[in-house]
């Protein structure tokens, strides 16, 4: 860390706990108005516990979903491409199949999730999800 990342820290650490309920509004909001049967939604018991960061879902056409997302100018992003079992510093168990590890890997689509995302962006991304 050097001392511009350190003095640009130390500014948004004073706003991290207000960042943080933004995440978990916009959260709340996907949660509660993702209605598409063909999409998994995070399971969340207890909303203060997560900081959400990434917004996962699930979606067995997931490929298809990100493309029709895109096209829609929404970007998302993969962020677990590839199973631990499956990465070279796991080379040993490459090998291995873990069914539930490799479908989860398959399905997985983070979504948009900031602080900064509007109330226009959140329904632009739930209605085009609903559609699918």
Known sequence: LDEIQAAVLDVKLKYLDEDTEKRREVARYYVENIKNPAIILPQVPDWQAHVFHLFPIRC???DELQQYLAENGVQTVIHYP???HKQECYKEWND???PITEQI???????PISPTISKAQSEKIIKLLNEF
Do not use: A, C, D
Request: net charge neutral.
């Open 60 to 62: 067995t056409r997931r």
């Open 82 to 84: 590839i199973p631990p």
């Open 96 to 98: 291995q199949s873990y």
């Open 105 to 111: 890997h398959n399905e997985e689509l983070s979504l």
